[in-house]
């Protein structure tokens, strides 16, 4: 989600900056501006002094910029918070069952998994994402396939072998995963 916000708001940024800059280029190169335009001609203006005066006495003018920024910098902040937020699981809360508890980094437990993934029938590439609580993880994990593997018997295998391994040395009561599959590109094979 956080991705297409992202390119969204990039892309609605950069066009009105593309159109406004063009049309300034463009009209200061002295080419003839529409009747509706923001400006007229090459030695006018974007923004005059009595357009800068217009709305000052207005009684409503001042708290609708106030409102209207306080909006803008509320929203340039989620955005900042949510692309700065760590997305990766940094350690695991593994119950060492004396009260107390250890700390495994969360990328050792990633490759450990990504490792046992890759050494099963058919998978060719694996990649492991830890996400969510230190004491309550979660996986995400990718898998490309070999030509010939059979997908249902590789999630078959990678839920009861490499997260149950990984859940039970972790001393996990559960380790959801997300599986995302996909098939490893080859090259046709010549019939002669």
Do not use: C, F
């Not at 280029?25 to 203006?45: E, F, Q």
């Not at 006495?57 to 918070?81: F, H, N, Q, R, T």
């Not at 969510?132 to 990718?142: C, D, F, L, N, T």
């Amino acid at each position: 989600m956080l991705r297409v916000v992202n390119r969204v708001l990039l892309g609605l940024a950069g066009l009105v900056l593309v159109v406004l800059g063009g049309s300034v280029l463009a009209i200061g190169l002295g080419a003839k501006p529409p009747s509706w335009w923001i400006h007229d001609g090459r030695h006018d203006v974007l923004l005059s002094d009595a357009d800068r005066a217009r709305w000052r006495d207005e009684s409503w003018w001042w708290p609708a910029v106030i409102a209207g920024l306080a909006v803008l910098l509320l929203l340039a902040l989620w955005w900042l918070s949510a692309v700065l937020r760590r997305r990766r699981l940094a350690e695991v809360l593994v119950d060492t069952g004396d009260g107390e508890g250890a700390l495994l980094r969360g990328r050792a437990l990633e490759g450990v998994l990504a490792g046992e993934a890759e050494g099963l029938d058919g998978v060719e590439r694996a990649r492991v994402l830890l996400t969510g609580r230190r004491s309550a993880p979660e996986a995400r994990v990718q898998l490309q396939l070999q030509p010939h593997a059979d997908p249902r018997e590789t999630l078959h295998l990678l839920t009861a072998e490499a997260l149950a391994h990984a859940r039970d040395s972790a001393g996990l009561a559960t380790l959801p995963a997300e599986v995302r599959l996909g098939a490893a590109k080859h090259r046709a094979e010549r019939v002669s």
